[in-house]
């Protein structure tokens, strides 16, 4: 009851509130835009511009391009002047309008006398810049479309070899790792190795164990039919072992993990840090990178091992709780199905992705550009990216694996 | 004294947009070098050039003879080992300590153990008066402190070279004072060359040996001299009102 009252409370004081702005609308509107200038043409070859009302920003104000018509129309005027009412009131709308008109007036060869102006717009009026300040061109790409594809193309030829030699840089880091000339701070090292694996454990296993679920509940169906259901176990056996567990993390992981490389490479660009590094003759590959992409590298097959036995989990889960199938069964049937070779073919798929998705998330927080919006726009395409190029990366290796017979 | 530094016909750009033609100037050995002019006119861009992070358009940067970016890569890395750089911004590596920023540079190219390095890192905090905020990360200290931090980590391989941009902005008056001694204290008892980017006129006669101004209209080089002959002597109206702060708008107008 309480709450109705306040809420009718509520109510009535918006409506009050919309009524007095209403009213203030009203008492505004006394006069129109046209009323509060007037055009004077009794002195020969002068304009003289009667100002009266309200020119704040919040109450309007008449156009430039009035006054502009009027000077058109009599072409003989050489000298523009003001008088003012006692109830002229304005703000920085009026000498905006003013600032516009000075500029007419220049334009014109019109003298502009400010003398029955109001002495502290007098004051305001020398502020305003003599010329009209140069615009600095900056490039705009409004190309024809024939050139803007052709730019295109060649952009994507730019974009091809960037990656390359951000793969050969990456490369020549991993072989200085190798022989122990590399530079990465094995602190550092650890606490990636920290966020991506174990902090991601929680998330990897809910998603997981709902997906073991949900193909357990697909196959029931379909397999009630035959009576087969205990074959449920082979179908959630293989699917996570093979792609499942490791598409899940891969996509799972680009949005975590991915994400927050390319944020935080963005922002050490555009904090300067990156060319603090490259002034000290430490190449960012070595340092920030490639810690990244070994942390993935090893956390996305661990990761894969343990998102198949979750979904395994998931849907032992609901064969023995919902649909009442035989737990040892269920457990041989699991045994026998899955294959080491799909074991394999799961870390194969872990490995690939763990490189994608590092890969891309520091690829674009490299490029980063300068600014917030870089940085923003950095972390999506680091998203977007790893999750395309692992669907892809599934198709192939799928593919190569039905021509090879894994 | 030899110039250690030059500057030839430098052509300033990022693609199209070009931020200033034909820069020349020559910086001696033990010299603090001010580069002024004003906001958005191409001070950091020309230290870009400078210390090997953005390639010029045209032009070249010598360093004791040896032209910068005609040289390959290593022994570019060479000339950029002896540069000691404060970035605007300060830079500070933020997933470190400010100990740990300092020590970086050490740990890099010198050859101390390791309590040497934590010893050699806390001294150069205490000289910029940070010494009590060696475990601070970058992230929870004020502008000014970043800037100080970032000059500890700048100084720490006593470098050869120092360059500054804008050491002094977002600093009260008492620090940027330190600062302008600091410089000095450089110079003299390390013997290195400075190149200081800044726009405070206090800093600028206080410490400035020699200076151009570059303006952004021209896209030149429109003054070049020590600091207090410029204030003296200068014909140029846009000289004069930049080093009074416009207040004497010099003999021209
Ligand atoms: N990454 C960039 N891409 C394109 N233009 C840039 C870039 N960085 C700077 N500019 C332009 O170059 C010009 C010079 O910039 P710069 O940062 O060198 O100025 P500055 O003299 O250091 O100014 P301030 O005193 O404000 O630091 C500016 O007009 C700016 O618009
Ligand atoms: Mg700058």
Redesign the pocket.
């Known amino acids: 009851m309480d709450r109705y009252i306040r809420s009718l409370f509520y109510l009535q004081n918006n409506f009050t509130f919309i009524y007095k702005a209403f009213r203030s609308k009203i008492t505004l509107m006394d006069k129109t835009p046209s009323e509060k200038l007037i055009f004077d043409y009794s002195k020969p070859k002068a304009l003289q511009l009667k100002i009266s009302g309200d020119w704040q920003l919040s109450a309007g104000l008449p156009l430039v391009s009035e006054v502009l018509t009027q000077l058109d129309s009599h072409k003989d005027i050489a000298e523009l002047s003001f008088v003012v009412s006692r109830d002229f009131k304005w703000d920085s709308a009026f000498i905006s309008f003013l600032f516009k008109l000075s500029r007419v007036c220049k334009e014109k060869n019109i003298l502009l006398d400010a003398q029955g102006l109001p002495e502290k717009v007098e004051k305001l009026l020398p502020l305003i810049p003599a010329q009209s300040e140069k615009i ?1 061109s900056r490039k705009v790409s409004e190309e024809p479309l024939l050139e803007s594809i052709g730019s295109r193309v060649i952009g994507v030829k730019d974009a091809a070899f960037s990656v390359l030699n951000f793969l050969g840089d990456i490369v020549l880091a991993f072989k200085r790792f190798v022989c122990g000339r590399a530079f990465f701070r094995k602190d550092d090292f650890f606490v990636i190795l920290q966020r991506c694996g174990v902090d991601a454990l929680g998330l990897v296993s809910l998603i997981t164990v709902l997906v073991g679920m949900i193909l357990a509940f697909i196959g029931a169906i379909q397999l009630k039919m035959f009576g087969a259901q205990i074959y449920i176990a082979d179908i959630v056996g293989i699917a996570m072992v093979r792609v499942m567990g490791a598409v899940m993390t891969g996509v799972l992981m680009s949005g975590r993990t991915g994400a927050s490389f390319a944020a935080e490479l963005g922002i050490m660009q555009s904090n300067e840090e990156i060319d603090a590094l490259k002034t000290l003759g430490v190449s960012p590959a070595e340092f920030l990178v490639l810690p990244r992409v070994l942390a993935l590298v090893i956390m996305m097959p661990l990761l894969t091992i343990y998102a198949d036995l979750m979904g395994i989990i998931g849907g032992f889960a609901i064969s023995i709780g919902v649909l009442g199938l035989n737990p040892i069964e269920y457990f041989n049937h699991t045994v026998t199905a899955v294959k080491v070779s799909n074991l394999w073919l799961g870390l194969i798929h872990g490995f690939v992705f763990g490189i994608i998705i590092a890969v891309s998330g520091c690829y674009r927080g490299m490029r980063c550009e ?1 600014s917030s919006a870089g940085v923003g726009e950095a972390t999506t395409s680091a998203v977007v990216t790893a999750i395309t190029s692992i669907v892809i990366a599934t198709a192939i290796i799928t593919f190569v694996c039905q021509i090879i017979g894994v | 004294m030899d110039a250690v530094i030059e500057v030839k016909d430098l052509d300033l750009a ?2 199209d ?1 070009v ?1 200033m033609n034909g820069i020349n100037f020559s910086v001696k050995k033990g010299e603090i070098f001010i580069v002024m ?12 050039a400078m210390i090997g992070l953005n390639p010029p358009h045209k032009g070249k940067v010598l360093y004791n003879g040896l032209s910068f970016w005609d040289e390959d890569e290593r022994s570019r890395q060479d000339i950029m080992c002896r540069f000691g750089v404060l970035y ?1 911004g300060g830079a500070l590596w933020s997933s470190l300590t400010l100990r740990e920023n300092v020590a970086l540079p050490l740990q890099l190219y010198s050859n101390l153990s390791a309590s040497q390095i934590q010893d050699m890192a806390a001294f150069k905090l205490g000289l910029v008066g940070l010494g009590g905020y060696a475990d601070f990360y970058p992230a929870e200290l004020s502008g000014g402190m970043k800037k100080r931090a970032g000059l500890a980590r700048a100084i720490a391989l006593d470098p050869e070279f120092i360059f500054f ?2 050491p002094s902005a977002g600093l009260d008056p008492l620090s940027a004072k330190m600062l302008d001694d600091l410089i000095l204290d450089l110079r003299d008892n390390l013997g290195a060359t400075i190149v200081v ?1 800044t ?1 405070e006129l206090a800093s600028i006669f206080a410490v400035g040996d020699n200076a151009i101004l ?1 303006d ?1 209209d021209t896209k030149t080089v429109i003054a070049q001299g020590a600091p207090k002959d410029l204030l003296a002597n200068s014909k140029d109206p846009r000289v004069i009102s930049f080093l009074t702060r416009g207040e004497k708008q010099g003999a021209g107008r």
């Open positions: 600095i300068r | 990022y693609d947009f931020v002019g004003g906001s958005g006119c191409g001070k950091s861009t020309l230290l870009k605007q941009d804008e980017v726009h570059l952004a």
